[in-house]
């Protein structure tokens, strides 16, 4: 039973359409695995139509006779994993939710179940918490390990689950660095509050002295890569309820700002603050980023949002080694894009 749970958990993540009988093998190189045990177990999978024999490849002479290669039913395999998701969740505190995993490979939710065990231990014995605590304080009661949420991937697995708000988990990030419009700190708050999130230092200095000028609530400095976990702190820092709060993002346009962004917007949707990019296509590109690695989604979600003419531009650009910084725009350009008639009336159809 063992050695086919491990052929089917390898076959799950597996990519190809077939393999061979010497690559299910190989899965037992170096182990006491007992052939008779093996060949049981393949044609357990055989017949139940998990692996399908190749005719063409022939098989073995030893008995019992095993194909050289197997077509892998990709189709069989998913709908036992989820028969064994469905009948797994009924055995769950009934707010951790499974739905995602219907989505991912088998190899995932075996990694993560010994931690979906313990979280629905502690909910079954304490319920739901009513207190506030930092991550590992809240980490060390889920699982005994006070470093699981922050750096062990349990933030991850909370909101796969659906447990992340519930859980009143206070983040341990550095504070999110912002200044705020007095002109738009009313009681009650606005309807919609924009915000506007620029990576570098340089360009959050041009725009501060015109904040009180805009129609945004906050100039938010990214600081590069430290904005994708303080954004955690943004409604402790910003604890302005009933507003629908709406994300800009500006950042340097290569391959690490646009990384930047897209894993911005995984925490909180965050839009290209396209008048601002707009402005830097129309420069110069410079050269000099050919070391950064390319992130293909990261990629594809920014390039999305640009004319197709634009989204020329940017795949030449950066995949010569060019790109446009921040800093390519002057001070009293950037001033000028963020008052303008043109960038107000792009913020309201966003």
């Not at 859980?167 to 200044?179: E, R, T």
């Not at 708050?189 to 129609?215: D, G, M, W, Y």
């Not at 340097?252 to 290209?272: F, S, V």
């Not at 800093?327 to 009293?332: S, V």
């Amino acid at each position: 039973m063992i050695i086919k749970s491990m052929i089917e958990e390898h076959l799950s993540d597996y990519k190809k359409t077939t393999i061979t009988l010497e690559e299910l093998e190989q899965l037992f190189a170096g182990r006491a695995a007992d052939p008779r045990d093996f060949a049981g177990a393949v044609m357990e999978l055989e017949s139940s139509g998990v692996l399908e024999p190749v005719k063409s490849a022939g098989r073995t002479m030893k008995q019992p006779s095993l194909g050289y290669r197997y077509r892998v039913n990709k189709q069989y395999i998913m709908a036992r994993h989820n028969h064994q998701l469905q009948q797994y969740r009924l055995k769950l505190h009934p707010a951790i939710g499974l739905d995602s995993y219907f989505a991912l490979s088998e190899q995932q939710f075996v990694q993560d179940r010994p931690w979906i065990e313990r979280i629905d231990h502690f909910l079954h014995t304490h319920g739901f918490p009513d207190i506030p605590v930092p991550a590992p304080e809240r980490s060390f009661q889920l699982t005994g390990n006070e470093k699981w949420i922050t750096e062990l991937g349990g933030y991850s697995l909370l909101k796969r689950l659906g447990l992340w708000d519930q859980l009143l988990i206070l983040p341990v990030s550095d504070p999110l660095m912002f200044a705020v419009n007095p002109q738009v700190w009313t009681n009650p708050a606005p309807p919609r509050c924009l915000h506007f999130i620029v990576e570098n230092k340089t360009t959050f200095q041009a725009l501060l002295p015109v904040l009180p000028s805009s129609s945004f609530s906050t100039l938010i400095y990214g600081c590069g890569n430290k904005i994708t976990g303080n954004l955690d702190m943004f409604t402790l820092q910003y604890p302005v309820t009933g507003s629908e709060h709406v994300f800009y993002y500006f950042g340097d346009l290569d391959y690490e700002g646009i990384r930047i962004w897209y894993d911005a917007d995984k925490r909180l949707a965050m839009i290209p603050a396209l008048p601002f990019y707009d402005a830097c296509l129309a420069k110069p590109c410079v050269p000099g980023k050919s070391n950064q690695r390319r992130n293909e989604e990261a990629v594809q979600a920014f390039s999305n949002w640009f004319p197709q003419e634009q989204q020329g531009q940017i795949e030449n650009t950066l995949s010569s080694g060019s790109y446009y910084p921040q800093e390519t725009l002057m001070t009293h350009e950037l001033q000028h894009i963020w008052g303008s008639g043109a960038w107000k009336q792009w913020t309201d159809l966003n």
